[in-house]
């Protein structure tokens, strides 16, 4: 049996790497977190003027969402569904699964940022989240006797 993804530590610690890198790269990101697929806050970072944000109903309300785009677009017969873009007034969030897991980013960015470059910059993190993923699962923490 596997642990959970907010409760595994070389998952959260990845997260929290990549999540600041995200931030680095993007000056305009508000917030952005790692979830799961039933409803749980694995890591997330935030702005410090950032409004404050209840992680474990957004991460719960992110599920869902995640959850009805990929119905829509297999009811649909689209095909595997990319991302997720909410636009509001102030600012847009971009949903994202990490390629081969059940870990999803969520990431807000304020209007300042154009939309073309926060969906790249979340792309590229959630590539190499994955990436860092299959490497642990390739990886043997312990020996097998």
Known sequence: ??????????????????????????????TASLLSDDGFEVVRVAESNAAATDGGRFASMASSIQALSEAVGRELAMGAGEYVII?????????????????????????????????TVARRCSTRIGEGLAQAQRTPTAATF
């Open 87 to 119: 636009a509001a007034e102030r600012g847009h969030l971009i949903q994202m699964r990490i390629p081969g897991s059940t870990i999803v980013l969520a990431a807000l960015f304020d209007t300042d940022e154009m939309l073309g470059k926060a969906l």
């Open 1 to 30: 049996m596997s642990t959970a993804p907010h409760q595994d530590p070389a998952v959260i610690e990845l997260g929290r790497v990549e999540l600041s890198a995200m931030r680095e790269a993007a000056s305009s990101l508000l």
